[in-house]
């Protein structure tokens, strides 16, 4: 694609709205220097993009790449040289060249969609439709760069957690696909307020964001906040469209497969990969050498997940094992056993100043502390925002000052993090208690 132009409404930190979140074209300035997010359609990334990235990364900043909790990559530590980092990023075909309809561009998919045996539709052609809408139509770019949507197919490898404004999930029902859907919830408990046929999911997506739209008052930028004031099912009734809303579609309810994402992983034809950078970050060798087995081994693609993992898909069979080898000789997790794998972080205090811990190396720290008894995810958060991670973790270790925390174990009955297990713990008592069976834990 021949380059566009950048005018000066394209320059890098010029956006349409003032926003704290850091975008494609708006450069965020942290601790340790500034953020470019990289929103991926449906989390694809090309081998050759993911080259482009590692490129960038190591000359416009530090070296250091993020998977997001979406699906999506950022740089940071980006020095001042914004302008020539979008453009070599364009160049590769990675994000808009409107700034406009950055922003809202969030819609997630599973990283197997179209690939996934457990899947009742492919969602790619459905997603690719609602991108376009959401990128090329002026009025949604009113929307906050935090509302999101999810379309889920029923893949077996799916995140059905985190909340979204919007969410559809595919269901059969007569021997007919239909998009159930919710608002401000997720697939995994989330009521369900209605459905309709999937030929009619386009029209569904751009009736309930124009009717958030017209609703909603400038305070309130997200799906939950207009529902604290005014009813879902009067949402529902006044969208226009022809919303099947019998006890068949109210009281179905998303089963969920828990697979991992780590190792191989099935496909409907041929094998996957899953692998992901400890913590979330990704070197420039990292990224290069997953593009290299994709297009060596593979179909030439990564997916992102919201894992902060990568899956390679279409994997030869006979290369398997090679490829996990060298992806773990790179540093990248392959098996979910792994205690690194099941802790995230934050990114601590040494690019946040809100931060009061060093929460990546801290997690490191704890992963050597830990056995096959840890619960299925633990979360090390610097402040009490928890910006790193969608939905509240099974076990949250909140900073209160440099290598101490207070535990948090997850609870239906508690808001925020849960409930208080243990405060100003050293990394070595979290320790010991996180290596307890879950059950002991609730003691």
Aim: charged share 20%; hydrophobic share 45%; with cysteine.
């Amino acid at each position: 694609m021949p380059d566009a132009p950048l005018t000066q409404a394209h320059a890098p930190n010029v956006s349409p709205r003032p926003s704290a979140c850091p975008g494609f074209w708006r450069i965020v300035s942290a601790r340790d220097g500034g953020i470019c997010r990289i929103k991926l359609p449906g989390g694809l990334l090309l081998a050759d993009q993911a080259e482009a990235v590692a490129a960038a990364a190591e000359r416009f900043a530090g070296g250091v790449i993020e998977a997001t909790n979406r699906g999506n990559l950022q740089i940071r530590g980006i020095g001042d040289d914004h302008r020539a980092l979008i453009d070599t990023l364009l160049d590769a075909g990675l994000g808009p060249r409107e700034a406009a309809g950055d922003d809202v561009r969030n819609l997630m998919l599973s990283p197997l969609a179209g690939h996934d045996p457990a899947m009742l539709l492919d969602a790619r052609p459905l997603a690719e439709q609602i991108l376009l809408m959401l990128e090329s139509t002026p009025r949604f770019h009113q929307l906050s760069a935090k509302f999101a949507v999810q379309l889920d197919a029923g893949e077996r490898l799916a995140m059905l957690e985190h909340p979204h404004d919007l969410w559809l999930s595919a269901l059969r029902l007569e021997q007919q696909t239909w998009l159930a859907f919710g608002l401000a919830g997720c697939p995994a408990d989330g009521q369900v307020l209605g459905a309709v046929p999937l030929e009619q999911g386009l029209a569904l997506v751009r009736a309930v964001l124009e009717r958030f739209l017209d609703l909603a008052t400038p305070a309130q930028s997200r799906m939950r906040q207009l529902l604290e004031v005014y009813p879902a099912s009067d949402f529902v009734d006044g969208l226009g469209l022809d919303i099947r809303r019998d006890d068949a579609v109210l009281t179905w309810r998303r089963e969920p497969h828990r697979a991992s994402w780590l190792g191989v992983l099935p496909q409907a034809q041929g094998l996957a990969l899953g692998v992901a950078p400890p913590q979330g970050r990704l070197t420039p060798a990292m990224l290069r050498g997953a593009a290299c087995i994709a297009r060596e081994w593979g179909d030439g693609s990564l997916r992102l997940s919201p894992w902060q993992s990568l899956v390679l898909t279409h994997l030869q069979e006979r290369r398997i094992d090679q490829a996990q080898a060298e992806l773990s000789a790179l540093g990248l997790l392959c098996h979910d056993h792994e205690p690194l794998a099941r802790i995230s972080a934050c990114t601590g205090a040494s690019g946040c100043a809100k931060a009061l811990g060093e929460t990546k190396a801290d997690a490191v720290a704890l992963a050597a502390l830990l056995g096959p008894g840890v619960p299925a995810s633990v979360h090390l958060s610097g402040c009490p925002r928890s910006c790193a991670v969608a939905h509240v973790a099974p076990a949250t270790l909140l900073a209160r000052s440099p290598g101490r925390y207070d535990l948090y174990l997850r609870d239906a009955r508690h808001p925020g993090f849960g409930a208080l297990r243990a405060t100003d713990l050293t990394l070595n008592e979290a320790g010991a208690m996180l290596d307890l069976p879950t059950e002991h834990l609730d003691d």
